[in-house]
Structure formats: C-alpha cells, structure tokens
C-alpha cells in the first residue's frame, strides 16, 4: 500500500466509525426503555394539546339597528405553572395581589397549586386560572410589566367573548340574559338560533401535521320589532307612574295591530343584564303571596296573569255587537243591580244610571249593563266569541316563559279536576265574566286579542321578531293572522263607541288633535278568602288615531295607592304615552293626515 | 468469412479509478442535494404550518375584536348616553307643538341602519383537505398498490 494512501484510507475509517457511531446511538435512543417514556410523556404532551373553538353569540337589534345585545372581550389571567419557581413566585403573586386586588391568600394558592403535565394523573395542572374576566386595560399592565422584569414571563391570559348588554337594563324584561345558555325573553327562546355548538378538539403542535380546523358558523342574529326609543321612554314613564301612584309593579305594552309586532315591552322589576346570573336573579325575589312561595315574574307582560277588569268588557261589546243581539243605538235601563246565578252584582259606585244606550254603558263602564249585554248574546254564543278571541289560551309570542290561567266556560268547566272544591264553571259565572272578573289573563293575552279591534276585527300573531340574519341573508318575518273573532263592521263600530265614549265623558286619556279609542279597567283582586277590599288592578287599553290604527297600548298597574280607580291613575298615562308615541312614530296630527291623504 | 474483432488494450487503471470516484462522488452530490432539496422543502413546510397556527391564532383574535368593537360603538351610542349627551349639549325633548308636519313626495320615512350579515359558511366553501397533504410517502405507495391489486381484482 502506498504511504500517500494510508491518510486517505485512515480518515475514512474515521468517518465510517464515527457514522457507525451515530447510527447505533440513534438506535439505542430509539429502543431504550426510558428515551421511550420520557418521549410517550412529553412528545404527545407538547404535540397535541385540547383547544376550544368558541362560536360567536348572534347580536340581538332593534328594529333600526342598534345594539341591544353583543359581545365584549374579556381575559382570562393565569399562570403557567412549569414557569413557576421559588424565585420568581413571590413576585408574581405580589403582582397577580395588587393587579386584581384579589386577596393574597387566594392568589398564593392558585399560583402554587403543584405542575402536573400528566393528564391521566388526579391532580392535572399544567395552567392556573387567578382572575376571570379580566379587562382590556389590566391584560396591557401585564403586559407592560413583563417588558421590564422576566420574573412576569409565567403570567398569561386567554381572551374570550362575554355576553354584554349595552342598554344594561333597558329591556331586560324582553331580552332575558345569556350564562352558559339563554333564559328568559328573546336569550332564552332563540337560544339555538343566536348560538351554535361550540367543539372541542385536539389540536397537533407539530407544524408538520397539516390538519383540518373545525370552522365554527357565527350565531345568528335576531332583528327585534321593538324600537328602542320607544322602549325607553315607555320605561321612563313606566318607572314615574310607579313611583307617583305608589303601585307595586307596572306593565306597558306598545303594539303594531295590523302586524303584531310589539314595538315597546316594558314591566317592573328590570335587573341590570350585565350583572353575573345569581345577581340578575336576585332581583327577582321569591315572595309569600296567599301562603304560597311566587318568584317575581322576570317578564309580567307574558308570565303573570290577572283579574284585568273593565277592559274585558270590549270583547263582551264586540260579541254583542257582531252576534246581533244589541246596536250601537240600544237602550238599556240600568237599575244597578242584577241577581244572576245567586249572584249579586252592582255597578262599580253602588250606582243606578237609568237609561243608557250601549256607548253610555261603556262610557260609565256599568257591570250590571255588561251582564245584561252578555244573557241578550246568550251564553253559549258569549263563551263562543271568547273561545274566538283566543281568551283560553296562550298567545304563542316568540318570548321564553309565556304563562296562561286555565278558562272557566262551558266547554272546559273542570280545569282543576272534580274535587268539588275546586274552581269550576257554572251559568251565573257569565256575570263577572262579562265585565273581566273570574278570568284570569296576561297583558300580552289581552292586547293581542283587543288588536283585532282595531284591526278590522283580525287577530294578528303577535311577536318580537322582524328579521334573523342567518347564512349570509336577512329572513323578514311575515306578519300572520292567527283568528278573525268578529266583523270588520263590528270592528269598526266598536272603535267608534269607544272613541265617542272617551270623547263624552272629557278623559284625561285623549290627547288634542289625535282621535283615540280607548276603554278603563279597574278590577278587584282575589284571594283564596274573596276580593281584597281597597286593592285594584288598573288597566287601560287605547288605540289610535280610530280611524287608521297604528298602535294599540296596553298599560296595567298593579296595587295603585293614589288612588284604586283607572280613570284618575292611568288614563293620563295613556295620554302621556300616546304623546310621546305619535312623536317617536312620526303620527301627524288628525288634520294634518287628512290633508296629506287628500294631496296624494 | 466472419472477423471477431477483440480490445487491443483495456483502459488505464487511473482512468478507471477515476471513473469509479466520480461516479462515487456523483452519488454523493445527488445524495447530498436531495438531503438539501429535502431539509428545504420540510423546513418550507414547518414554516408554512407555523404561519397557519399564527394566522387562524390571528383570525380568532380579529373575529373576538370585532364583536367585541361592534358592543364598543354601541356602549357609546346607548340609549342612555344619546339622552344625556343630548341634554348637554342642550337638546330637549320635542313637543308636539314643536313639530312642524311638511308634505314631501316620494318621502320614504327613516330607514333601518345596515346591519353586518356574517359570512356564510356552506359545506361546498370548507376546505376539503386532499389525501395527499397529510400522506406519508409510504401511505401513498401502500394505498397506491392496494388501489391497483383492487381495480385489477387481485
């Protein structure tokens, strides 16, 4: 061998020794026993970890747009625990202290909780959570900390969206409130349609793993038929009214009656929605009511039926009316009283009025006229325009919670079983019936089934919802007609009673220049020992301008101390209101209307 | 008459020896660049996977800013700040005897603000990943026989 070549042939040995040694390191790393724990436990730990793909809850709107329920960003502050050392573990429970103004305590125990990467083992924390929904501002202090001192470094956050309520309580009757899952109002009935299923997956760290991302749709959104101007000034007058008259809780509805939309729902108490669920719930406190434990209603327009009263006494017209049985025109002689059933009814002041036609009857809002309105329709007739009107049972309207009273008539006369005890309907209840006492209805059970007077005599499917923005486009709902209980004719002539009626005795409900309809309720509440004595109901429903509705309101009080009468505490209300309403809905004056029709 | 004809001579030793080295050396060029080419491209593809993360890591922030901008504006325009800063700049509420009611043709009344419809997400948009993205190239070879001993029946 030549001597030149033994360098040549020394260097390759060299380096096929040095590979040999490489390949057999390789292997024995491969096939060792602790290699492969140590690379079971921390390979597939750093190489997958569990994400969450969060959906986004739709906005809810009012009917022009604005916001009345979105999303904010809030953190989550936390530790990384495999970071946490004895060094720099004071500093950042010091920090995490003053930063959250937690008690110190408490963020000592969340950062020291023991690093545990092993999820199959109990105590599994790789992560601790010390502050949840932190703000936007604290996330930034963090962050410009740890630009000055790296003892900070093992402080993280994980931002997420938190449901937000802009208007905090405007509303909040109607929008119910979203924790984990809607409840209530239009959070809890759309709850499938304002949130989609959120996944979870496990997510490969490897950047070579190419991997479907689940893509999670947005929520969609809801555009409400509420105005939200409206809603607040109905609030505002809702909130004095109470206030002024001493009433325990209140209730005003505002309503499209052509179309069913409600344009206001407003009702006491509001609990401010961006409070945490328990707070929200506590202002709804459970109350003794005739021994019996009753939560406050979150929504009373929909959940808490009453006694309504007077009001009542529209439907026992328009049955009237429509049926034949009496005209505008037909007197009456009121002797101010009237047995029926073992009943003794008298008018709501002791009083005899004489005679009356059938607008003086509804004018002086007289009982024992109402009970002799409803015989001349006979009962089976009287029970059948109820049924029409939908009284016995719910409305149906897309709010979570909607509550009814089961009807007393001919056709459902044990709702409550046989139990001779137990409510049940026998002919004399056609009396109090007549004028709204013994039957029992929500607010949005009255106005839904009153607007089909002043809607040609239609009832309409009363509802919250005028659009969903869903897979890229806005559905509109269409408005429908769910009954036509009484003629168009009757409709009108009813509308014309209870105009003239309003206009003839002066009331504080009209309001210059608009031409209204409108009808008192004072009705008395009972209890399981009778009627309490010198406690009411007020109710009022109006509607206008008479001769081309376009809003129908419904108010009620509840437990009045001013004064027990509807007349004196809420027909100014009714007045204020419509002020404001043909404002706020761009109703001209009578006059004026009549003009701009004639120039078109 | 058929002639054989036959080498006179072989080739020089040296020739053939550097023949042989360079086809050594041509093996290990190749070798070599396709360890390259292959470090390159993977290390293209951790890149790209990398900057996949961090995009849809982005997208997710934008998608959480968004909402959470949207509730901002309307945290600013609340019913309630509108009232009060209205009251400051002394606005007052209007009466009717402070409206004016003018006849405008063809006047079509206030109109709903645009509300943002979200994108749509229709099964035919997602991405449908292709076999060949998340194949090894063994996966590829044994599929590829299968696929071949099925469709002649084998």
Not at chain 2, 52 to 58: H, S
Not at chain 2, 106 to 123: D, H, L, S
Request: glycine share 6%.
């Amino acid at each position: 061998m030549r001597r030149e070549l033994i360098r040549f042939y020394l260097v390759g040995i060299a380096i096929i020794l040095f590979s040999i040694t490489i390949v057999f390191r390789l292997v024995q790393i491969q096939t060792d026993p602790i290699f492969h724990e140590i690379s079971e436990k921390v390979g597939n730990q750093a190489i997958y970890k569990p994400k969450e793909f969060e959906a986004v809850r739709g906005n809810i709107y009012d009917r022009w747009g604005n916001l009345l329920a979105g999303n904010s960003e809030v953190y989550e502050i936390g530790v990384n625990l495999n970071q946490v050392s004895e060094s720099n573990k004071e500093e950042i429970i010091n920090f995490l202290t003053i930063l959250t103004g937690k008690d110190k305590a408490d963020v000592k125990a969340r950062v020291e909780i023991p690093y545990q990467p092993d999820p199959m083992k109990e105590k599994h924390a790789v992560f601790s959570t010390v502050y949840r929904n932190a703000s936007e501002k604290m996330v930034e202090e963090i962050a410009s900390a740890q630009k000055t001192n790296r003892a900070l470094y093992p402080i993280t956050w994980n931002g997420r969206l938190q449901r937000t309520y802009p208007d905090h309580r405007l509303g909040a009757n109607l929008l119910g409130f979203y924790s984990s899952e809607g409840f209530f109002g239009v959070e809890g009935f759309y709850d499938n349609i304002l949130s989609t299923t959120e996944t979870s997956t496990f997510i490969s760290m490897n950047p070579y793993d190419v991997m479907e991302i689940p893509e999670i749709p947005q929520g969609s959104s809801i555009i409400l038929t509420v105005d939200r101007e409206i809603q607040a000034k109905m609030e505002e007058i809702l909130d004095r009214t109470i206030e002024n008259t001493g009433s325990s809780s209140g209730t005003v509805i505002v309503m499209n009656p052509e179309t069913g939309e409600i344009l206001s729902m407003a009702t006491t108490p509001r609990a401010d929605l961006n409070l945490n669920s328990e707070q929200i719930l506590a202002e709804y406190p459970t109350q003794k009511i005739d021994g019996f434990d009753v939560q406050t209603p979150f929504n009373r327009a929909i959940m808490q039926t009453y006694e309504p009263g007077s009001v009542f006494k529209v439907f026992t017209l328009a049955a009237a009316l429509d049926s034949g049985a009496v005209t505008p025109e037909t007197e009456f002689l009121d002797t101010g009283v009237v047995n029926i059933g073992g009943m003794t009814i008298y008018n709501w002041d002791y009083g005899a009025w004489g005679y009356q036609d059938m607008t003086g009857c509804m004018q002086h809002s007289l009982n024992v006229c109402m009970v002799w309105m409803a015989q001349q329709t006979t009962t089976k007739t009287f029970y059948e325009y109820l049924t029409a009107f939908n009284i016995d049972r719910k409305t149906n309207i897309d709010l979570d919670g909607e509550n009814s009273y089961p009807f007393l008539s001919p056709s459902n006369p044990t709702p409550f079983g046989s139990d001779p005890n137990a409510p049940r309907w026998y002919e004399g209840m056609i009396g109090p019936h007549s004028f709204g006492q013994g039957v029992s209805v929500t607010p949005i059970r009255m106005i839904t089934s009153l607007a089909a007077v002043a809607n040609d005599g239609r009832i309409m499917a009363p509802h919250i919802q005028k659009a969903v923005v869903q897979d890229g486009r806005i559905r509109y709902y269409n408005p429908k007609i769910v009954a036509t209980p009484i003629k168009p004719e009757t409709a009108h002539t009813v509308t014309e009673m209870l105009a003239n009626s309003l206009e003839n005795e002066a009331s504080e409900a009209m309001v210059p220049g608009y031409r209204l309809a409108g009808k008192t309720g004072t009705a008395e509440i009972p209890s399981p020992q009778g009627y309490v004595a010198g406690q009411t109901n007020a109710s009022f429903v109006g509607w206008g301008p008479a001769d081309d509705p376009k809003f129908i309101v419904y108010i009620w009080l509840e437990k009045p101390q001013s004064s027990i009468w509807s007349s004196v505490v809420v027909s100014p209300v009714f007045s204020e209101i419509v002020e404001n309403l043909v404002i706020l809905m761009d109703i001209p004056p009578d006059h004026i209307r009549m003009e701009m029709a004639s120039n078109q | 008459m058929n002639k054989r004809y036959t080498q006179a001579h072989q080739q020089k030793p040296w020739r053939l020896q550097i023949q042989r080295f360079g086809l050594v050396l041509l093996l290990l060029v190749v070798l070599v660049l396709s360890f390259f080419m292959n470090l390159n491209f993977t290390a293209k593809a951790a890149q790209a996977g990398v900057q996949v993360r961090i995009l849809e890591a982005e997208r997710e922030t934008l998608i959480r800013t968004i909402s959470a901008n949207s509730t901002k504006l309307a945290l600013l325009t609340s019913a309630t700040t509108m009232k009060n800063r209205a009251k400051e700049l002394g606005f007052v509420p209007a009466t009717r005897a402070d409206i004016e009611y003018l006849y405008i043709p063809n006047y079509i009344g206030k109109q709903p603000e645009a509300v943002t419809i979200p994108r749509t997400v229709n099964e035919q948009d997602t991405f449908q990943m292709v076999p060949a993205f998340t194949q090894s190239i063994w996966d590829w070879l044994y599929q590829g026989t299968f696929i071949k001993l099925d469709t002649e029946g084998k």
